[in-house]
Structure formats: structure tokens, C-alpha cells
T-cell receptor, first 110, second 116 residues
Framework: TQLLEQSPQFLSIQEGENLTVYCNSS?????LQWYRQEPGEGPVLLVT?????EVKKLKRLTFQFGDARKDSSLHITAAQPGDTGLYLC??????????FGTGTRLTIIP | EPEVTQTPSHQVTQMGQEVILRCVPI?????FYWYRQILGQKVEFLVS????????KSEIFDDQFSVERPDGSNFTLKIRSTKLEDSAMYFC??????????????FGAGSRLTVL
């Protein structure tokens, strides 16, 4: 059974601070995606990473895929209240389904 | 921007009743999925569907569940006899085959099912 653990589970920080959330597995991913989910809505794709060591930037968000393809991180610079939400990593382990992580619920305090 | 649409947005049903959740995937997508999310828990894979048949299913997707693509646009999830523990948000998703080989899914807004 492939599991994706995200940490921290909850994070509450002040506006303007930086933060990093992590996604880890004991198994190698073939690809990994980060999603953001608002209450009562479906997950919305932020980024897909495929190559080990890959780094992608999306404005103030930086996504990194570990060299060993077993971990990923999301770093947010100068967090804003609009960044508040549930951040989910999701991975393919070489099969059809997408396995979701446990999620990090982020709250940015104005 | 193309989107996956789901109906109903919320359904309340009595235990033992049949429920059909409907989805209209993005028109040029070939792969279709159902996921569910029990309140406060993570998003769980139920089933994937390609070329008019199930390509993969999870342990959750037992004989009470079925999927169908009755016409060229709709993709449905049927729960034959609902149980209390079926209460969850059900998400439909679809994708096309991307060049990178990554399974990039577009999710609908979900259908909330409440079983009483």
C-alpha cells in the first residue's frame, strides 16, 4: 500500500512569513501533483512534477521534487491571507490511480 | 476554461436507497474517475474508467457501486443500497493522456451525499 504523509497537518502563521510543507512516501513516485482545495469544492491543480530534482515556481510558490522521487515540498514566500486553504499532494505510483496525501491545512493570519 | 460538472451538488437520502451521482467530464478527455472524501479525511480513489470499462478500482468500490457512461457525455456513479458510511463528498475527475505521462486530473466541484 502506497501512502503519502504530509507535514505539518495544520499550520497557522502570520501574513508575510515564509513556510514549507512536505510530502513524503516510502515508495517512488512516477509523478507528483500539488492541489489546493477550498471548503466545499474539488481539488484544483497547482503544479505537476515529473523529473527527480525538478523545481517549479508559481509566483510565490516553489515546488520541489526530491532527487529520489520519494518526497516533495511546497514553499510559500511572504504568505498572504489568500493562501489559506488545504494543500494536497497526490502521486502516481506507476498505476492508473492518483493517491492523495493526508493534507496540510494552512491558515494565514492577517 | 473547460470544467467537469457534477450534479446534484447535495443529495440527502435514506439508508438503503439507491443513489446516482452524475458527472459531465471535459469533452476531449478519455479517462474518468470517481473519488470520495469523507468529512475530515483524505481524498480516496474509488474507480477509473477508460474505453467504456473499469481500468482500476479500489477496495472501497465493492458490489454496491457501479459506474456507467450511458452516452457520449455523462459519467455516472451508482450506489445501489446506501449505508451511513457512504456519506461523503464524491468527486468526479477526468483527464487526457499528457505527453509527460503524468496523470493530470481535472476535478469537479463534488456532490455531497448525506445518508440518514
Amino acid at each position: 500500500t502506497q501512502l503519502l504523509e504530509q507535514s505539518p497537518q495544520f499550520l497557522s502563521i502570520q501574513e508575510g512569513e515564509n513556510l514549507t510543507v512536505y510530502c513524503n512516501s516510502s515508495s517512488v513516485f512516477s509523478s507528483l501533483q500539488w492541489y489546493r482545495q477550498e471548503p466545499g469544492e474539488g481539488p484544483v491543480l497547482l503544479v505537476t512534477v515529473v523529473t527527480g530534482g525538478e523545481v517549479k515556481k508559481l509566483k510565490r510558490l516553489t515546488f520541489q521534487f526530491g532527487d529520489a522521487r520519494k518526497d516533495s515540498s511546497l514553499h510559500i514566500t511572504a504568505a498572504q491571507p489568500g493562501d489559506t486553504g488545504l494543500y494536497l499532494c497526490a502521486a502516481n505510483f506507476g498505476n492508473e490511480k492518483l493517491t492523495f496525501g493526508t493534507g496540510t491545512r494552512l491558515t494565514i493570519i492577517p | 476554461e473547460p470544467e467537469v460538472t457534477q450534479t446534484p451538488s447535495h443529495q440527502v437520502t435514506q439508508m438503503g436507497q439507491e443513489v446516482i451521482l452524475r458527472c459531465v467530464p471535459i469533452s476531449n478527455h478519455l479517462y474518468f474517475y470517481w473519488y470520495r472524501q469523507i468529512l475530515g479525511q483524505k481524498v480516496e480513489f474509488l474507480v477509473s474508467f477508460y474505453n467504456n470499462e473499469i481500468s482500476e478500482k479500489s477496495e472501497i468500490f465493492d458490489d454496491q457501486f457501479s459506474v456507467e457512461r450511458p452516452d457520449g457525455s455523462n459519467f455516472t456513479l451508482k450506489i445501489r443500497s446506501t449505508k451511513l458510511e457512504d456519506s461523503a463528498m464524491y468527486f468526479c475527475a477526468s483527464r487526457r493522456l499528457t505527453g509527460t505521462g503524468a496523470n493530470v486530473l481535472t476535478f469537479g466541484a463534488g456532490s455531497r451525499l448525506t445518508v440518514l
